[in-house]
């Protein structure tokens, strides 16, 4: 068993989407169907298959929604569809919302085909085809693929040649599944950026995006490199490089059961979705960037002047969310010094805010479909406000509601406790803050640019070093095994993460914990410090320190033990009286939220894992609330 927290740990691309495909003897819809459950982790607002027939006829079923209504719809068909070889495709929309015929697979004359990824350049590639005669039906980046190796097929005649001549062209990132109609029986595979697995046993040959969906068949494969095409007929699996001379691969065998392989590795999806942070975040800010390096959010309401306009701000959300507002109200006043304020979504319109024609309401949702959120989004568009929401599922109600909506990247987020969306939520509210502040004249473009770039490339690599803290911080996590009562302090951007650590422990490990700014304590709560009562001081804010160490002394004094989570700078700056310390790498005072908010999660994770609480479905949680 890999170590789930060493480089075994499988954290690479965010997963977006699941392929399956199956050639051997045995009818592949209920393989397919299969395989596709074990990957539904990694998208399902859509699923797909297509069979090939051994006369060489594609048949094509796909739906929006969950397996199961695939399932439904093949029930439904009154001549069913059957096949030895056959593709399937769970999907999370990338380009295109969730729809029947954004669903994959695509087709084209010759063939049919899944892809996991991201085809950057389909636009130039339609306009091509469409010029060569071909006609689209969807609008996913996959169909362009699709044709764009049909094209090829038609010119070359060879179907590995025809996906070498395509790859030259793709420009992004792909996992392709392809059936040719001349090659019934055969499974045609290449990737690039994007993971794809083939294997075989003495009956079969399988590839899949990922490990659990192999295991029920074998527990060794091989990893496609990129530049070559695999070829899988049955147990026959070749490979080809562009040359079209044969290749070898290295097999590799895994122990896993399913569920661990789903976790790449992982005890939880919790703890390998905080390890996806770095990537989600480079992802989720990159994708909104220009190739002036300035932020380019292609919605006039916030790339032109327009975005000037807004007088005030209301961010709202719910739980988690909500706590991404509250750092987003820190970094949007500095940066832009434009008024905002963070409203609970369940309070929101009942308490007839004052909404200005010229504000802006940002609504806040991993989501996209929390019930709260969504009435607060048309209370808002009621009163004739502008709306922009952040939300991380495409085609969501929140996102299509909303005047204006900024995708968030984190991939699928399975674990009930939101660690990754909330991280890339933080994310995309800085991008808005800095192109606000330059809208607003307060940020020129050099600063802007730096600004994005610290945030689109040392973040993430802060990230990564707050992740190397997990050991650290899961021996010190021992200790609060028993607790009952626990404070989180902070002052500044520090006080805006306190109460996102706070839910973060409540609703995994079942501990009570409070929020609490530190200059606030000695108003009424500090009578509750007594022996032994756990503090968590962060203190990141160099400029506040002094204030915090004398707030960590007052609660040491009454009996308080104190855990400080801070940076080097300060640690060796500062004689912090505290019991325990978790250090971060140094970070800019403003850019803190992203580091800190991996360790607040790394503690509330370690501290139920020890618990042995259920992490990734807590009581009593849902992970869409969606429900007033
Ligand atoms: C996250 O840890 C919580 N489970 C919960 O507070 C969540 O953030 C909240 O329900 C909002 O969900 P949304 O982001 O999908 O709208």
Redesign the pocket.
Same mark, same amino acid.
């Given at each position: 068993m890999p170590d789930p927290f060493g480089e075994d740990a499988d954290t690479g691309k965010l997963y977006m989407c699941g392929i399956i495909g199956y050639t051997g003897h045995k009818n592949s819809l209920p393989v397919l169907i299969e395989g596709l459950r074990t990957l539904e982790y990694r998208g399902y607002d859509s699923a797909g298959v297509a069979v090939c027939t051994a006369d060489g006829v594609i048949e094509t079923v796909k739906s929006k929604g969950r397996i199961d209504l695939l399932q439904e719809k093949l029930d439904s068909l009154e001549k069913k569809v059957e096949g030895s070889c056959g593709i399937g495709h769970t999907r999370w929309a990338t380009h295109g919302a969730p729809s029947d015929t954004n669903s994959h697979p695509h087709t084209a004359p010759s063939l049919a085909l899944v892809h996991n990824g991201i085809i950057e350049n389909y636009a130039e590639i339609e306009e091509m085809l469409v010029r060569e005669g071909y006609t689209f039906y969807s609008e996913t980046d996959t169909e362009a693929a699709a044709k764009l190796i049909d094209y090829y097929y038609k010119k070359v005649n060879d179907p590995v040649l025809a996906m070498f001549e395509a790859a030259d062209v793709i420009r992004g990132s792909y996992a392709f599944g392809v059936m040719f109609c001349d090659f019934p029986g055969k499974i045609f595979a290449m990737r690039k950026d994007n993971p794809l697995i083939v294997a075989s046993n003495d009956e079969c040959g399988i590839i899949a995006s990922d490990i659990p969906a192999i295991l029920k068949h074998t527990n060794s494969y091989y990893q496609l490199e990129e530049g070559i095409v695999s070829v899988l007929c049955g147990s026959a699996i070749e490979f080809f490089d562009r040359t079209g001379k044969k290749a070898d691969q290295k097999r590799l065998t895994v122990d896993w059961n399913v569920e661990q392989a789903q976790k790449g590795g992982f005890p939880h999806f919790m703890i390998k979705e905080i390890h996806e942070e770095p990537e989600a975040i480079r992802q989720t800010v990159s994708t909104r960037l220009g190739e002036d390096g300035l932020p380019l959010f292609g919605v006039h309401e916030l790339d032109g002047d327009k975005l000037g306009k807004f007088k005030s701000i209301h961010i709202v959300?719910?739980? +988690?969310?909500?706590?991404a507002g509250l750092v987003g109200k820190a970094i949007i006043e500095k940066l832009a010094r434009v008024s905002v304020d963070v409203d609970v979504?369940s309070e929101f319109r009942y308490r007839d805010p004052i909404l200005d024609p010229d504000d802006l309401v940002i609504l806040? @949702? &991993? @989501?996209?479909?929390?019930a709260? +959120?969504l009435a607060a989004l048309r209370h808002a568009k009621a009163n004739g406000v502008c709306t922009l929401s952040i939300v991380? =599922?495409i085609g969501s109600s =929140?996102a299509r509601e909303a005047d204006c909506v900024l995708y968030t990247w984190a991939g699928p987020e399975i674990s =009930?406790? @939101? +660690?990754k969306?909330?991280s890339v &939520?933080c994310a995309m509210l800085y991008l808005f803050a800095i192109q606000l502040a330059r809208v607003k004249g307060r940020l020129d473009d050099d600063e802007a640019r730096e600004l994005c770039r610290r945030l689109c490339e040392d973040m993430p690599a802060q990230v990564e070093k707050a992740l190397e803290l997990s050991r650290d911080v899961e021996s010190i996590a021992r200790n609060y095994l028993a607790v009952e009562n626990l404070f989180f302090i902070g002052r500044g951007l520090d006080s805006a993460l306190c109460p996102e650590a706070s !839910? /973060?422990l409540k609703?995994?490990s079942y501990i009570h914990s409070e929020a609490y700014a530190a200059g606030e304590l000695k108003h009424g709560t500090i009578s509750l410090i007594i022996e032994g009562t756990p503090v968590v001081a962060l203190m990141t804010q160099e400029r506040l320190c002094e204030k915090m160490i004398s707030g960590i002394r007052e609660v040491k004094s009454r009996g308080a033990t104190v855990l400080a989570v801070t940076t080097k700078e300060i640690a060796e700056k500062y004689n912090i009286p505290a019991d325990n310390t978790v250090i971060l790498d140094n970070v800019d005072a403003d850019f803190a939220a992203f580091p800190l908010a991996t360790v607040i999660q790394l503690f509330a994770y370690h501290v139920a894992a020890q618990r042995g609480c259920d992490v990734d479905k807590?009581r009593n !949680?849902? /992970? @869409? =609330?969606t429900v007033e």
């Open positions: 959300a719910c739980g +988690t969310a909500m706590h979504a806040l @949702s &991993q @989501s996209g479909e929390t709260d +959120t991380n =599922v =929140v =009930v406790a @939101s +660690t969306a909330y &939520q !839910l /973060k609703e995994i807590p !949680l849902a /992970k @869409s =609330v």
